[in-house]
């Protein structure tokens, strides 16, 4: 199975994108994945869908959390995946 795909969505001047990219930047490095960054103000689809619950994380498109990011729980998330593979 594929690596994970961690996607952030967010945009410029959200306080809680930028804490969310240091926690999940922080869980991707230890596992040596990348991240891609979407911003919400690019996409109107995504402004439609997620302009009150920024950031979002996503694991492989689908939504892990929304607004606070908690490492461990992103951890596991990433653990159970992979045992799943």
């Known amino acids: 199975m594929p690596a994970p795909r961690l996607t952030l969505l ?6 809680l994108c ?6 999940v930047l922080e869980v991707a490095g230890e596992r040596g994945l990348e991240v891609e960054e979407r911003n919400i103000l690019d996409d109107a689809e995504l402004l439609d869908r997620y302009a009150e619950e920024i950031p ?7 939504v892990h ?9 992103l951890r596991r998330a990433l653990d159970e995946r992979e045992a799943s593979a």
């Open 18 to 23: 930028d804490d969310a990219r240091a926690t």
């Open 65 to 73: 959390t929304i607004w606070r990011v908690d490492p461990d729980r």
């Open 10 to 15: 967010g945009k410029p001047g959200c306080h």
């Open 56 to 62: 979002v994380v996503l694991i492989d498109d689908r």
